[in-house]
């Protein structure tokens, strides 16, 4: 007899394996290919595979920081607050996270750079440029991965009980206490979610900063500039960017497995 | 307000010369079809069919689809693909398998590196090319050859491993000789200014058309498909080099005789005719 619940389970079944084969080929061929190249562990530690790398992670550090600064009250507002123009500004932060990063560099060039609608007054009142600069990796990586925090962070923000804030107000605390007693510890898991997401995407972030940056070893070429340049040809060659890539992967798994660990012991408090 | 005004004046010029040119070049169309019959077409291969993968470096980009649009008037059945980018990325494509029919590559370096490892063999040069100085129209603080290694100058090269990106590297040094150079640190000096390696060759024109850089090293035909809003600034002889433009068929490729064809095409007076349009210089 023709069973429909058990053809439906075998299916979703199936359809899962397929899938789940798809997403871990492309890990497993990766490492395969670094294990079996014998000058990966020579690439890791030559300069420009040390200067790609610090200087992703500490452009990506001020990102997430910058983030946390400016984005945290704007969703704060967003989430507590029925301004003006409140929805239009909620579907500009959504913005970045649709448009292809290429489109950010291109926007960002068109207002900061030299000829652009605001690079060029500074330029011809301070001569301050902002091409080529680790200033610009940080602005490419801030428009592209703030949006990630900032839409975690509200939605953090949204779920706290209020009631809980207003009897904290009745105790005598003041709204910045409140803010940091309260407010934050609830929604802290939402929080870290959205200050991973903004790490990862600061760290991949290529196409805005190719773009609005350029691509200068030690100023501007980070982590995914190296792996695309060394494709192109660079002296790191396919191996280097096989050894690259293969950083990028142990870093986001173990910031996965750490962010897991940390957001279960939020959640358990 | 000066720049933006003389920049808006060269539309109405350049379509002026456009509309000059179009009767022009028609001439020439009904020229070369009237000397067609006889000759040429008992030369003419038996037409090709199937996708002809090409493989060619960026600087080949307007001139490579012209000739795919007259390849395919000849070979109606065929159909030309390109992938325009950095020879070196070419080349490392290929080495990694890319299913290419054909590898046109922008300087020998590149090249080798597919016929090294077998990939491809008896590469011919095709075309040459000449590097050149861009600059922006307007503002740039060089106006001369000499003027690249001024400090503050913001100069974009292609990479070190991308041909023009290394032809550049080897001008500055033919001109930091101690005989006959500009000065003995001229390279140094220019290469300090340095703020980007381009992917490729118009990665560099685009940030000069922007007017982000300053100053930047291209190929004299890249230089002519812009010069609404680039100048050209002509190196000295005694220290340009001559690209040379090697071709090859690939060993990923599936369809050997369209590869054969096309590069029959390419070494032809009639693919030579398009290249030289482009300002690409005789093999």
């Not at chain 1, 029925?82 to 500004?89: A, E, L, M, S, Y």
């Not at chain 1, 396919?238 to 940390?262: C, D, E, M, P, Y």
């Not at chain 2, 010369?17 to 019959?37: N, T």
Request: glycine residues 8%; hydrophobic residues 50%; aromatic residues 8%.
């Amino acid at each position: 007899m023709f069973n429909l619940d058990r053809t439906v389970t075998g299916t979703v079944v199936l359809l899962s394996i397929v899938f789940g084969i798809f997403f871990v080929v492309p890990f497993a061929g990766l490492i395969d290919r670094a294990i079996d190249e014998p000058k990966t562990w020579e690439l890791l530690r030559t300069t420009q595979v040390r200067q790609a790398l610090t200087l992703s992670l500490w452009t990506s550090t001020i990102t997430v920081a910058l983030a946390l600064l400016f984005g945290t009250p704007v969703a704060y507002l967003l989430a507590r607050s029925h301004f003006p123009g409140r929805t239009i500004v909620d579907a500009l932060i959504d913005l970045p996270i649709v448009l292809p990063p290429t489109v950010a560099g291109v926007a960002l060039l068109t207002a900061f750079g030299r000829r652009g609608l605001i690079g060029e007054p500074i330029e011809s009142w301070t001569g301050f440029t902002f091409g080529f600069r680790t200033t610009a990796v940080i602005m490419a990586q801030l428009l592209v991965a703030a949006p990630f925090y900032i839409r975690a962070a509200k939605s953090g923000f949204e779920a706290v009980d209020v009631q809980v804030e207003r009897v904290a107000y009745t105790l005598g605390a003041s709204r910045l206490r409140t803010f940091f007693r309260i407010t934050v510890p609830q929604a802290m898991p939402a929080l870290l979610a959205g200050i991973v997401l903004c790490w990862a995407r600061s760290m991949g972030e290529l196409g805005a900063t190719l773009i609005f940056a350029g691509n200068f070893e030690g100023k501007t070429q980070t982590m995914p500039l190296a792996v695309i340049s060394a494709f192109e040809g660079s002296s790191l060659g396919v191996a280097g960017a096989i050894a690259l890539s293969l950083i990028l992967l142990v870093a986001a798994l173990a910031v996965l497995v750490l962010f897991r660990a940390v957001a279960s012991r939020a959640v358990a408090r | 307000m000066t720049t933006l005004f003389s920049r808006r004046a060269g539309w109405p010029s350049a379509l002026a010369l456009l509309v000059l040119l179009v009767p022009l070049l028609g001439a020439a169309c009904v020229g070369d079809d009237d000397a067609m019959p006889t000759a040429s077409l008992a030369a003419t291969p038996a037409p090709v069919e199937g996708e002809i993968v090409v493989l060619a470096a960026s600087s080949l980009t307007d001139a490579f689809k012209e000739a795919g649009t007259k390849f395919t008037e000849t070979n109606p059945k065929a159909k030309v693909t390109f992938s325009f980018a950095a020879s070196s990325a070419l080349s490392t494509q290929i080495n990694e398998g890319a299913p290419a029919d054909v590898f046109a590559s922008a300087d020998s370096a590149q090249m080798k590196i597919v016929t090294d490892k077998g990939n491809a063999t008896d590469p011919v040069v095709f075309a040459t090319n000449l590097p050149a100085v861009v600059v922006p129209k307007s503002g740039s603080p060089v106006q001369s050859f000499n003027d690249l290694a001024k400090p503050g100058v913001r100069l974009v090269l292609a990479g070190p491993e991308v041909p023009i990106g290394r032809y550049a590297r080897d001008i500055l040094t033919n001109a930091s000789k101690a005989s006959g150079g500009v000065s003995a640190d001229f390279s140094g000096k220019t290469l300090a200014n340095l703020k980007s390696n381009e992917s490729n060759v118009r990665a560099v024109l685009t940030k000069i058309q922007l007017g982000e850089a300053d100053a930047g090293i291209i190929y004299t035909t890249d230089a002519a498909t812009a010069t609404i809003d680039v100048k050209v600034i002509d190196i000295p002889t005694q220290y340009n080099v001559i690209a040379q433009y090697p071709i090859a068929s690939t060993k990923g490729g599936k369809n050997a005789a369209g590869a054969k064809a096309w590069l029959a095409f390419i070494l032809s007076p009639d693919g030579q005719a398009v290249l030289a349009k482009y300002g690409f210089g005789k093999p």
